[in-house]
């Protein structure tokens, strides 16, 4: 057989063992292959906004990941565990680049959770509109200041303390609070129709050549 073409069909098959969701997210011409660290970031602090909002986040997170077929990039608790320190934010940061397939199944699953989750966001974005209308602090509303309380703890067990940023918002609880919040306007942001998509490009805003 010609070698050429073994070559493109071995590329053919490769990219029929791609999951078809991916297809739902368009591919960007990057100066450099892979994620920035900044979206790395970004997402990482998307799926752990989520984890505060529902116990046993990680593992919907998973169980996601089997239902959208998935599997093939995220196998396991401890490779979710692995894509997640890509985040230079992370104690336990591995220096490695998300690359553009485990980015766009993250994604994926962080707007299929935050469409199963609507109603509490929206909820928790009404609280918060209400207790400043009244100049009350945001962890008198119950159900906001426990999300709030889980944000706060998972970014204090999780994050490193030595790097800058950080030690700003673990020195600030009313900085850390905003950045919570500002997370959960994200998640709304991401169940609408183009809720994936528009948080797809956002992550490369100002990277795509």
């Known amino acids: 057989m010609n070698p050429s073409l073994d070559i493109m069909l071995d590329s053919t098959s490769n990219q029929s063992k791609k999951p078809f969701i991916l297809s739902n997210l368009p591919d960007f011409s990057l100066s450099d292959p892979g994620c920035s660290l900044r979206s790395a970031q970004q997402l990482d602090l998307i799926l752990l906004a989520l984890e505060a909002l ?3 986040g990680s593992e919907y997170m998973l169980s996601l990941a089997e239902q959208l077929e998935l599997k093939d990039i995220i196998k396991n608790r401890l490779i979710l565990w692995r894509l997640r320190c890509t985040n230079p934010w992370r104690r336990s940061y591995n220096r490695e ?3 553009i397939d485990q980015a766009k199944a993250l994604v994926i699953i962080a707007s299929y959770l935050s469409k199963q989750l609507t109603v509490l966001i929206r909820q928790l974005l009404t609280a918060e509109e209400q207790m400043r209308a009244k100049q009350l602090p945001l962890d008198y509303h119950f159900r906001l200041g426990e999300y709030l309380e889980r944000f706060r703890s ?5 994050m490193n303390p030595r790097r800058s ?5 673990l020195t600030s609880p009313d900085q850390l609070n ?7 306007n994200q998640l709304l942001f991401c169940t609408g129709t183009m809720g994936m998509k528009r948080l797809w490009f956002s992550l490369f805003d100002g990277e795509v050549v």
Do not use: D
């Open 54 to 56: 529902e116990l046993g």
């Open 97 to 99: 680049r998300l690359t």
């Open 154 to 158: 998972h970014f204090t067990s999780r």
């Open 165 to 169: 940023k950080v030690a700003i918002y």
């Open 178 to 184: 905003e950045l919570a919040l500002s997370l959960l």
